[in-house]
């Protein structure tokens, strides 16, 4: 099973709304309405910040926002801030317990 | 408050096996499933499996599988995963992780991960 597809990278200006996408199968991204999006600065653990596709975890700013069309999904971060600037994945259910990450994408805030 | 503690670094040979523990505080430790997660440095999250502590059933990654073993000890709220015949591939953290609630596929609670070094 391969990881779910993320660009490597992606940049945007201070102020700015960026998306990384997250392109998986009908097995896993497009079968289930179970999609996450961890933060990870470096050398710290992964925070998540949104899940079931949609849904912002708790103390979640409301410039974070997730979607997903067919099998793929989106993380959108508004209003871009020198804080964003850290890597994030995404995971997603894929059937019979098991979960599957994405590659990661480091966001560079510009 | 919810606390995840896992074991010291380690350093290994090829071939050996390693046992990493995370010990849980703050709440019900059979009531939510651990999951380990691993990251290569500079690379990606990758999902492991899981252990119940209330069953014992565990759920493993194909990658994984016949490979790693996860088991908890509910006498102390702990859980370990042992990954064997390791290679210099598995140099790694290692993190265990809770899940939001019982079943969710998403973690809110990190260990603060365990790097586990595989070299001759």
């Known amino acids: 099973q391969s990881a779910l597809t993320q660009p490597r990278s992606v940049s945007g200006s201070p102020g700015q709304s960026v998306t990384i996408s997250c392109t998986g199968t009908?097995?896993?991204?497009?079968?289930?309405?179970?999609v996450s999006w961890y933060q990870q600065y470096p050398g710290k653990a992964p925070k998540v910040i949104i899940y079931d596709v949609t849904k912002r975890a708790s103390g979640v700013t409301g410039r974070f926002s997730g979607s997903k069309s067919g099998n793929t999904a989106s993380l959108t971060i508004s209003g871009l801030q020198a804080e964003d600037e850290a890597g994030y994945y995404c995971s997603s259910y894929a059937g019979s317990y098991t979960l599957i990450f994405g590659g990661g994408t480091k966001l560079t805030v510009l | 408050q919810v606390q995840l503690v896992q074991s010291g670094a380690e350093v290994k040979k090829p071939g050996a096996s390693v046992k990493v523990s995370c010990k849980s505080s703050?709440?019900?430790?059979?009531?939510?499933?651990i999951n380990w997660v691993r990251q290569v440095a500079g690379q990606g999250l990758e999902w492991m499996g899981w252990?119940?502590?209330?069953?014992?059933?565990?759920g493993y990654a194909q990658k994984f599988q016949g490979r790693v073993t996860m088991t908890r000890d509910n006498s102390i709220s702990t859980a370990y995963m042992e990954l064997g015949s390791l290679k210099s591939e598995d140099t790694a953290v290692y993190y265990c992780?809770?899940?939001?609630?019982?079943?969710?596929?998403?973690?809110?609670?990190w260990g603060q991960g365990t790097l586990v070094t595989v070299s001759s």
């Open positions: 703050g709440y019900t430790f059979t009531n939510y499933d």
């Open positions: 992780a809770r899940p939001m609630w019982r079943g969710a596929n998403q973690f809110d609670f």
């Open positions: 252990v119940n502590p209330n069953t014992g059933n565990t």
């Open positions: 009908s097995s896993d991204v497009g079968g289930y309405n179970y």
